[in-house]
């Protein structure tokens, strides 16, 4: 089961670019999503014609144990952690390539068998 030149040579630029990101240590799940609110009080501009919503305010928010968490941050820390969650989109991306290579490696190998439904399998060679 081996690799070709090319997926090889695909393998170590994401294997660069994986390094890269993990000495920056800059990963950050979820996403982050600007938000307007409206906070009812009569006179206010938020409710005038038209309105005019608070805000933006920024909204973190990622899944923990299969609960969903967030967190409100400040237009500093939105543009300095914005980098940070594309970091992480970023390694999902590299890690699916990753998986790709593997599963053409699999698919070309001679030795592996693909089954079909309701029929026996070919006896080895």
Request: proline share 6%.
């Amino acid at each position: 089961m081996a690799l070709s030149g090319e997926q090889k040579a695909e393998a170590r630029a994401i294997a660069t670019e994986l390094a890269a990101i993990a000495r920056s240590a800059k990963v950050l799940p979820g996403s982050l999503t600007s938000r307007r609110t409206r906070c009812g009080r009569v006179g206010c501009r938020c409710m005038a014609d038209p309105p005019e919503p608070h805000g933006p305010y920024w909204q973190w928010t990622r899944k923990v144990a299969t609960r969903t968490v967030c967190r409100w941050f400040g237009a500093d820390q939105a543009a300095d952690y914005r980098t940070w969650l594309s970091n992480d989109r970023r390694l999902h991306e590299l890690v699916a390539r990753l998986e790709a290579i593997g599963v053409a490696a699999v698919e070309t190998d001679s030795r592996s068998v693909r089954r079909s439904r309701g029929r026996k399998p070919a006896p080895p060679a």
